[in-house]
């Protein structure tokens, strides 16, 4: 994940996240992501490619354009 994307996410008032590994194959990685911000919840997905290093050298973010409000 790169420095700019880190630094977003750092900045949110993010008050719960969740990761779901949904595929694995070689060096290819699915992950969902849910986080919780104020009585809101976003999702989206990651693609992240590693090389033999496992250094990250791909990464892709999908948002999900509704939010679901949460029931609290």
Do not use: P
């Amino acid at each position: 994940m790169n420095k700019t994307r880190m630094k977003h996410i750092k900045n949110q008032n993010i008050e719960n996240i969740e990761f779901k590994i949904l595929a694995i194959d070689k060096n290819v990685l699915i992950v969902e992501w849910i986080f919780e911000r104020n009585i809101i919840a976003f999702d989206g997905i990651y693609e992240i490619k590693f090389n033999d290093n496992m250094e990250c050298i791909y990464f892709k973010s999908w948002e999900m354009e509704e939010n679901k409000r949460l029931k609290k």
